[in-house]
């Protein structure tokens, strides 16, 4: 099966809990940059993890997240790169 490329791209969040991107069976997909700003008058806490679906605060454990209340402060941005590798399994 040829690998196909997607550029992923939500808007503004403003809710505790989003599902941002659910996979689809059989599929296996690599992220490799996450950027995050906040461009309000306070600093915000992200979590972002792979949990089964519903609301994070139920399925998404500890070991699953990838950031765990990280905090950002106000008018900053966060970067990732790197890998990281979610199999629809």
Wanted: hydrophobic share 40%; charged share 10%; no cysteine.
């Amino acid at each position: 099966m040829a690998e196909t490329m997607k550029r992923f791209h939500n808007g503004l969040i403003d809710a505790t809990v989003e599902n941002l991107f659910q996979v689809t069976t059989n599929h296996t997909y690599v992220i490799r940059h996450i950027h995050i700003s906040n461009p309000t008058g306070a600093a915000v806490t992200v979590t972002i993890g792979q949990g089964t679906s519903g609301t994070a605060a139920t399925n998404d454990t500890l070991a699953n997240r990838f950031l765990d209340a990280f905090s950002i402060p106000s008018g900053n941005t966060y970067d990732w790169s790197g890998v990281w590798v979610i199999n629809s399994d």
